[in-house]
């Protein structure tokens, strides 16, 4: 049962950013750009950035959130599962690995990312803005699994409500519906 009150129809990360559209606002534009805005790193890979994240702070909603998404922008229902379980053996890029290790660096702490950390990026050919991006995308998803767990948000457990919710983040991104979210 959440802390504060917060709308039943609206679990997780969705009811808090309604209870303060203030503060919502600049976080979804973040969370937009990083995301979903331009970038050498696919929509897919940066998902699966969030979901490693969500994954190693234990945040059920966020982790199956964005391992949903990943999913369906890599379409591939297997790759964010196998990342959560060891980005080593992973099915994606030496790139991706050590992009993703960075995101795992960050969880831990932000001092956690080694120079050793980051030259395995760069060896494997990431940009300074890719190693960027990721650690402020492992940064942002600690902010939201705290926040969504610190005021003990509702985590759906029916898998068919984070497949909508998974096709509604890749459909639309983070952006507020006009005139927000009806109960239907």
Same mark, same amino acid.
């Given at each position: 049962m959440p802390h504060i009150p917060l709308p039943d129809h609206l679990p997780g990360i969705t009811g808090l950013l309604e209870y303060r559209l203030d503060t919502a606002q600049p976080i979804r534009e973040l969370t937009q750009i990083l995301l979903r805005g331009e970038s050498t790193l696919s929509e897919g890979e940066r998902e699966l950035i969030a979901a490693?994240?969500?994954?190693r702070n234990c945040t059920n909603f966020c982790n199956a959130a964005h391992t949903k998404a990943a999913d369906l922008l890599l379409d591939?229902?297997?790759?964010?599962?196998?990342?959560?379980?060891d980005v080593e053996t992973?099915?994606?890029s030496e790139k991706m690995k050590a992009l993703l290790q960075i995101a795992a660096l960050t969880q831990q702490s932000g001092r956690a990312v080694s120079p050793d950390a980051v030259d395995r990026a760069r060896i494997a050919g990431?940009?300074?803005r890719e190693i960027h991006d990721t650690v402020l995308i492992a940064a942002l998803f600690c902010l939201y699994n705290k926040y969504v767990d610190g005021l003990a948000t509702v985590a @759906?457990?029916? @898998?068919a409500y984070y497949q909508m919710l998974g096709e509604r983040i890749t459909g639309r991104g983070y952006v507020? @519906?006009?005139?927000?979210?009806?109960?239907?």
């Open positions: 490693l994240v969500s994954s591939n229902d297997e790759m964010a599962r196998a990342v959560k379980n992973a099915p994606v990431a940009t300074d @759906p457990t029916d @898998p507020r @519906p006009p005139g927000g979210y009806s109960k239907s």
